[in-house]
């Protein structure tokens, strides 16, 4: 059984880029969740998506955004990016979205000079 | 509003050593439970979780017990090893149509011979 995948593993962007991080749900799973961790900090939830739609949305602006295929993979887009945006990223999946566990990548490093 | 509050590390011990990690939370209802570990420069892995209360969550020598009357949830291992060395985060799932989790700010631990 595949574990979730996210590619890629670091990235370095300017202000003002735009940036598209993707992520490979474990093999079964059709519910995906996007984290955002500062350094030094617990993860913060950006939003989810169940089957091809957006199921939720923590605190974050609307140039977060993302996609879910039907194959379940997912990608995390941010525009206009900021300083503070420099972060690890990381994606969750689970079997559904009511199923409580949530199994985690290794994460994307974004960079933001 | 909903939060986890863990203890501020870091949290430095001796081989062999006994460990807690203390972790409370707020909530309505009975949220289900969460330990996750994170190891230098990797995503996050489940180590244990409690669905309901007096449940006690169990893996690899660490043990946590889901106390409704403290709204605890604290981690503990008889005998760390140099290898548990981390990044432990504390965390509750919020539901209502999508699975959320919400993360306390992580208790690094150091062991060392």
Redesign the interface.
């Given at each position: 059984e595949t574990g979730v995948t996210q590619s890629p593993t670091h990235l370095i962007k300017t202000r003002g880029q735009q940036v598209t991080l993707r992520c490979s749900s474990q093999s079964g799973h059709n519910t995906v969740s996007w984290y955002q961790q500062a350094l030094g900090q617990g993860p913060q939830f950006i939003f989810q998506y169940y089957r091809e739609e957006e199921n939720g949305r923590g605190n974050f602006p609307p140039r977060f955004s993302g996609l879910q295929f039907p194959n379940y993979s997912s990608e995390l887009n941010v525009n206009a990016l900021e300083l503070d945006d420099s972060a690890l990223y990381l994606c969750a999946s689970s079997k559904d979205r009511g199923q409580e566990t949530q199994y985690f990548g290794p994460g994307t490093r974004l960079l933001v000079l | 509003g909903d939060s986890?509050t863990q203890m501020e590390g870091p949290v430095t011990l001796s081989e062999e050593a006994f460990l807690t990690i203390n972790c409370t939370y707020t909530a309505t209802g009975y949220p289900?439970l969460?330990w996750?570990v994170q190891y230098p420069g990797?995503?996050?892995?489940?180590l244990l979780?409690a669905?309901k209360a007096d449940d006690k969550g169990s893996n690899k020598g660490f043990e946590a017990t889901y106390r409704k009357e403290t709204t605890s949830f604290h981690l503990e291992k008889g005998s760390v090893q140099v290898s548990d060395s981390a990044v432990y985060?504390c965390?509750r799932?919020v539901?209502g149509?999508?699975?959320?989790?919400?993360?306390?700010?992580?208790t690094r631990l150091a062991v060392h011979p």
């Amino acid at each position: 059984e595949t574990g979730v995948t996210q590619s890629p593993t670091h990235l370095i962007k300017t202000r003002g880029q735009q940036v598209t991080l993707r992520c490979s749900s474990q093999s079964g799973h059709n519910t995906v969740s996007w984290y955002q961790q500062a350094l030094g900090q617990g993860p913060q939830f950006i939003f989810q998506y169940y089957r091809e739609e957006e199921n939720g949305r923590g605190n974050f602006p609307p140039r977060f955004s993302g996609l879910q295929f039907p194959n379940y993979s997912s990608e995390l887009n941010v525009n206009a990016l900021e300083l503070d945006d420099s972060a690890l990223y990381l994606c969750a999946s689970s079997k559904d979205r009511g199923q409580e566990t949530q199994y985690f990548g290794p994460g994307t490093r974004l960079l933001v000079l | 509003g909903d939060s986890v509050t863990q203890m501020e590390g870091p949290v430095t011990l001796s081989e062999e050593a006994f460990l807690t990690i203390n972790c409370t939370y707020t909530a309505t209802g009975y949220p289900s439970l969460f330990w996750y570990v994170q190891y230098p420069g990797e995503g996050l892995q489940l180590l244990l979780k409690a669905t309901k209360a007096d449940d006690k969550g169990s893996n690899k020598g660490f043990e946590a017990t889901y106390r409704k009357e403290t709204t605890s949830f604290h981690l503990e291992k008889g005998s760390v090893q140099v290898s548990d060395s981390a990044v432990y985060f504390c965390a509750r799932r919020v539901s209502g149509g999508y699975n959320k989790l919400i993360f306390g700010a992580g208790t690094r631990l150091a062991v060392h011979p």
